[in-house]
């Protein structure tokens, strides 16, 4: 307990003399709060916006083990470790996840992220969903709650809804913002949701690419206000105003601009970027599982379906142990090989590695794998592919492979549904 923390204790006690119980129970409250030592935090997604000023932030009293994809291209310090993770990977997730006290999971399906380019046009077009309400909360408020959360015993297993002093729309998001911008801009209404049509608006007028903007934009169609029922005083309610917040948010975003354009005028980065994730394969379905089933049950049911839903068309051979070859009618070279990995695998999560074929792109660092995991304490199982290199040019396989393997992956699901309803 370091001398802060004392003095809050000594301030909670007083000098005066108290109980023994009433002091045993506010050393019980600081324990919870300030726990002994430094503890080691895991922050997933250290390298984001978030991510980057809370790391700053916990290194004042933790030690931080930083993952990133890219975490081996930094360098440590006194008390941050980088790794790199991939959290597809369970693998990868276990690696990285070890020595960790608590973890922080701050990942989201998004590219970096869009700067303020109120959205440009001097007249704008709103649809229904931008009378949505929501709950905006400043960077520093969000980084107090965090702070404040991590370690505290007192909060284990609940659901924690934060927010700014204000409930506002997004229409008044964008007008306070066009004013704090010092731009004049006229909005008019219009009464439906076009939310796909949005999106596509979106990409076209910020210049952000879709992989960021889609799944954003859908979600502001629902209400994001914070529930009494899950706020915590002293955690769930920011303070700071959204007018300070954006304005401290534009001093920032220029600020980096600054900063950008002294080292770099290049855009390529971020191309670059899109096109790597654009090379490989990440395909995720759910299943439903037969009561009494698991991952492994899937994944051998799987290979045992696929040859008789595809007859004549595709085989399945056993090339050794635990080797599966899957072969086109008439073909003499598998068009997949897979090996299970039996040393990786449990009930719970079987994984298939793509080792070869002529549908597959291997190379010395290749990663493609076949995933069926069971979510706990669920009968939801994850069918999943990921880092998976298909060998013919990408707009080819979008259309045709890609296509296959979704109708395919839809007929087992719809199998293993039959096997239930007939209690198989």
Known sequence: MNEQQRNDRQGRVGEQNQPEHEIRQVERECEALYPKGRSRIALTGASGYI???????LTEHADVIALSRSGDQRENTEHVEWRSCDFFSMEDANQGLQGADYAV??????LPSA?????????????????????????????????????????????????????????????????????????????????KLSRLWVTLVTGAPKEMAYPLIESLAHPMVAQRKHKVQGI????????????????????????????????????????????????????????GK?????????????????????????????TYQLYLLGSRKPLLEMIYDRAQSTSEFALYRITGG???????????RLEFLQIPCTNICVVAIHDYVPSLPWFIYKYTQAKV?????????????????TNV
């Not at 991510?51 to 932030?57: E, K, M, S, V």
């Open 51 to 57: 991510g980057h000023n809370l790391l700053q932030r």
């Open 105 to 110: 999971y701050l990942i989201h399906s998004m």
């Open 115 to 195: 700067k303020l380019t109120l959205r440009r046009l001097p007249v704008m077009i709103l649809p229904r969903w931008t009378r949505t309400k929501t709950h905006p909360i400043a960077l520093e408020d969000i980084l107090n709650a965090l702070d404040r959360s991590i370690g505290n015993r007192t909060l284990d297993e609940q659901i924690i809804d934060v927010g700014g002093p204000e409930v506002i729309t997004y229409r008044e998001m964008m007008q306070r913002t066009a004013e704090i911008m010092d731009k004049k801009r006229r909005f008019f209404n219009l009464p439906l949701l076009t939310i």
């Open 236 to 291: 769930s309610d920011g303070k700071i105003s959204f007018d300070k917040a954006a304005r401290t948010s534009l001093e920032q975003e220029e600020e980096y601009r600054h900063k950008k354009n002294s080292h770099s005028k290049s855009k390529k980065p971020l191309k670059s970027a899109i096109r790597s994730l654009k090379s490989d394969v990440r395909s995720v379905q759910r299943i439903k599982l037969p009561p």
């Open 294 to 322: 698991d991952a492994t049950w899937a994944g051998e049911r799987y290979l045992a379906w696929l040859p008789v839903f595809a007859k004549p068309w595709v085989r399945v051979e056993t090339g050794g142990p635990d």
């Open 358 to 368: 002529t549908f597959a792109t291997v190379k010395e660092d290749h990663r493609g």
């Open 405 to 421: 393997h979704l109708g395919v992956m839809y007929a087992f699901g719809k199998y293993v549904k039959r096997l239930i309803d």
